[in-house]
């Protein structure tokens, strides 16, 4: 019988979707380095992810990406990635679902062949659970060099974190909300009906008119947005608030809401930045304000005493702000805690997380690729 937490330093690999991302933690918490390679320029060339492109993208990506997280590990800063996880990695880890199926296979196939050779352990995760695990993860140690992260970021993780708790993983795919018992016993509570909240963010961001990842789009435009005398737009829906739909979620109808309000705005000829701004500024209100009345109605009738967020959304400032501003004035007794926003979108750091924390090794012979990996667990 294996036991959580035996291994101390695990190698990370994640492919689920267009990202390519490897990285070393140790002991679930300690970042000792981290790898991501995106297509996202090559995907906004054609108005979104294509799974062959991603996957012929990510057959490129994936060794580099390794041998790029293994450096900082090898005191010789040795390139040679087998040896490296041969004298300095206890196990490894990959994301095998849910996801895209060719990209998936990349990570998979490659961690298997790693584990073949090395000998060394292989741990399936599942990449919508592992994303709460950002969450457990020590950022205040690392600095990520890149031009565009300039700030600083929001982060409330100066505490270990206590249980209950409730946990909101929302992504590109996925709207889920998990009760922790503790760092590994997790349920499931309720989950998106149809799209999910980023794929919400996506579709409405198209209609828009914007051609990139529609999130960062829609917080962008959302924040030139100023109130119009005379000039208010219909308020969009809060889908599924009443109580019957306790911890579902449902936000198809906002793309249908937004496609009439887009249709009726270029009538009138008023589609010009202010008017896409409103728009922005309204999806962005009823996404964030389900969102977090949702979590905090889990966080009161389960008695958290922690409140967790994670995925790409959560990288969204007005869903970081308005859940800090909530559980300040509503719940002053919770914890809050949300990654920096480089953690919340699609790395390794978190997959490591969680193979430390809930991981169990698996014969390499028995890990397949997983495209629609359950994530409703703990039933
Ligand atoms: O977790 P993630 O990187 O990939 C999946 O596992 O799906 O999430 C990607 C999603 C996309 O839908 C993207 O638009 C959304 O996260 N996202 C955001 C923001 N940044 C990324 N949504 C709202 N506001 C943001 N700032
Ligand atoms: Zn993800």
Redesign the pocket.
């Known amino acids: 019988m294996t036991t959580h937490k035996q291994y101390r330093r695990i190698l990370a690999i994640e492919s689920?979707?267009d990202?390519t991302a490897a990285a070393v933690v140790e002991h679930g918490t300690r970042i000792l380095s981290s790898s991501v390679a995106s297509s996202a320029t090559l995907h906004a060339k054609y108005g979104g992810i294509v799974p062959e492109v991603a996957a012929r993208e990510q057959l490129d990506y994936i060794i580099p990406t390794i041998t790029e997280a293994l450096k900082p590990i090898s005191l010789s800063g040795s390139t040679d990635y087998i040896s490296s996880i041969n004298q300095h990695i206890d196990a490894i880890a990959v994301s095998h679902g849910p996801g895209l199926i060719g990209s998936l296979l990349v990570g998979v196939e490659t961690a298997k062949t790693l584990s073949a050779v090395t000998g060394k352990p292989l741990i399936p995760v599942n990449?919508?659970l592992a994303?709460m695990y950002a969450n457990f993860v020590d950022s205040s140690q690392f600095t990520v060099h890149s031009p565009k992260n300039k700030h600083q970021p929001l982060t409330m993780n100066h505490e270990p974190i206590q249980f209950p708790a409730i946990s909101l993983v929302v992504?590109?795919?996925?709207t889920e909300l998990y009760l922790m018992k503790s760092a590994s016993d997790i349920q499931w509570l309720g989950g998106t009906l149809d799209d999910a909240?980023?794929?919400a963010?996506?579709k409405t961001?198209r209609l828009l008119g914007f051609e990139n990842?529609?999130?960062?789009a829609?917080?962008e435009a959302a924040q030139t947005h100023s109130r119009v005398p005379g000039k208010d737009f219909t308020r969009l829906p809060r889908p599924m608030l009443d109580r019957e739909n306790l911890y579902n979620f449902s936000f198809s109808g906002l793309k249908t809401a937004i496609s009439r309000e887009v249709a009726a705005c270029k009538e009138k000829g008023m589609f010009s930045q202010p008017d896409i701004a409103t728009l922005a500024y309204e999806v962005q209100e009823s996404i964030t304000d389900v969102l977090v009345k949702k979590t905090l109605r889990a966080a009161k009738e389960y008695g958290a005493v922690s409140v967790l967020i994670s995925?790409?959304?959560a990288?969204?400032?007005t869903?970081r702000e308005k859940f800090l501003s909530h559980i300040h004035t509503n719940h002053p007794h919770i914890y809050f805690f949300v990654p920096p926003v480089w953690l919340?979108?699609?790395n390794a750091v978190y997959i490591a997380s969680y193979a430390y924390f809930r991981g169990e090794p698996v014969d390499w012979h028995d890990i397949t690729a997983v495209p629609d990996l359950n994530v409703e667990v703990g039933l």
């Open positions: 689920s979707c990202e990449h919508v994303h992504s590109g795919g996925h909240a980023g794929e963010f996506d961001a990842r529609g999130g960062p829609i917080q995925g790409g959304v990288a969204n400032l869903l919340c979108t699609d």
